[in-house]
């Protein structure tokens, strides 16, 4: 097997790793203080060609799959987390959703845009009583002729109010439901009786837009129905497959940049007249990082291989979100501890890094909905 990265993936990297280096380190604060990423930013993502790095050639992307996707938000994410997400909620799950779900015919009419940063897309599945269980939605889409009508509200909605496409799950038969009563629509923020509500104020991720979005009465035609009625639940899930894998590779950034601090701070301070590194409490905390880094790397691209040579992956998805995402919060808690005050305080970016890392073990899929997942394929084919 070779685990060498393409000539093509390394100059990807290199390209999303200067693009961080030159235009996102410089604005973190700046984007955490106003809670805002700039729209000015995602241009700059457009213009060097990373908006769609995963989406097909032939439909306007770079083609670089899922493979490609983990190396940007890898990179992006060791800028400013919150980019990284702002980043994904198009680049991932809103762009992916119709390469997953689409007919040919809306992969070539909204894909190409989509890739070139003039559509911006977002992702609206969960609802204030369907988070982990989506088939208890409440959001309805009623057909009337060649149209349909959509009731409903989304919250939790990364980019809901700069996203120009949103892809909608709602319910079209409320006895099958998440059986084959779930339909996707793609919904354009012109729509009349689509609205922004609330923004969330978060803990971290501060500068990712998180909002409410409402759905009175809107009408699209059915052109905008994303795959067969009754497909929903189905593209959701797939769809969902590829953005935990993604933030799984937001998670492996975060844990990089906040184990490179820790290095860093390990080898210049000084306690009880030598290196702070050179204790062995702090050694091994260091060692656990690498080592937990090793794993959380290895699962992700061993993942995305395996996605992009359209091979059953949404096992392996789970198993490395949930290891990302809970190994991401050990690492930035031992970088807190080798920074002692220092990382508990807002000067310093670990405390940052910290309050950014918690959500990942909740959205995309709790830990606990991970393990069922997980659990259940276990059941069903062993090991």
Not at 206 to 234: H, M, N, P, W, Y
Request: charge should be negative; glycine fraction near 10%; hydrophobic fraction near 40%.
């Amino acid at each position: 097997m070779d685990f060498n990265f393409s000539e093509e993936l390394c100059m990807v990297r290199d390209l999303a790793r200067d693009f961080t280096d030159a235009e996102i380190r410089p604005r973190a604060a700046e984007i955490e203080r106003t809670h805002h990423v700039p729209r000015e930013l995602l241009d700059k993502l457009a213009d060097v060609g990373l908006m769609g790095v995963a989406i097909p050639e032939e439909y306007g992307g770079s083609g670089l799959g899922e493979t490609g996707l983990c190396v940007v938000m890898e990179e992006l994410t060791r800028g400013d987390f919150a980019v990284a997400v702002t980043y994904g909620a198009h680049a991932s799950i809103g762009s992916m959703s119709v390469l997953v779900g689409g007919t040919d015919a809306q992969r070539k009419r909204w894909l190409p845009d989509m890739a070139q940063g003039r559509i911006l897309g977002a992702y609206a599945l969960t609802e204030a009583d369907a988070g982990s269980d989506p088939g208890a939605m409440q959001t309805t889409a009623r057909r009337e002729g060649d149209e349909w009508v959509l009731n409903g509200e989304k919250v939790w909605i990364t980019s809901g109010d700069t996203a120009d496409l949103v892809t909608v799950y709602a319910i079209t038969d409320k006895q099958k439901r998440a059986h084959g009563g779930i339909t996707a629509f793609l919904v354009p923020s012109g729509a009349k009786g689509f609205s922004v509500g609330k923004r969330e104020e978060k803990m971290g991720q501060r500068g990712s837009s998180t909002v409410t979005l409402a759905f009175d009465d809107v009408r699209i035609s059915d052109e905008f129905r994303l795959g067969e009625v009754g497909q929903g639940f189905k593209i959701a899930m797939g769809t969902l497959d590829r953005g935990r894998l993604a933030l799984a590779a937001n998670c492996l950034g975060c844990a990089k940049e906040a184990h490179a601090l820790s290095v860093s701070y390990a080898n210049q301070r000084e306690t009880f007249q030598k290196k702070l590194g050179e204790h062995q409490a702090i050694g091994f905390m260091l060692a656990d990082n690498a080592t937990e880094l090793y794993a959380m790397e290895s699962m992700i691209y061993r993942t995305a291989s395996l996605c992009d040579a359209h091979q059953p992956y949404s096992r392996e998805s789970a198993m490395t979100k949930l290891f990302a995402s809970e190994a991401l919060d050990r690492i930035v808690d031992r970088a807190v501890q080798i920074h002692g005050g220092m990382g508990y305080s807002s000067e310093y970016v670990i405390e940052k890094l910290y309050r950014d890392a918690r959500v990942t073990r909740i959205y995309e899929g709790t830990s606990e909905i991970q393990r069922m997942v997980i659990a259940r394929d276990v059941l069903k084919r062993g090991f």
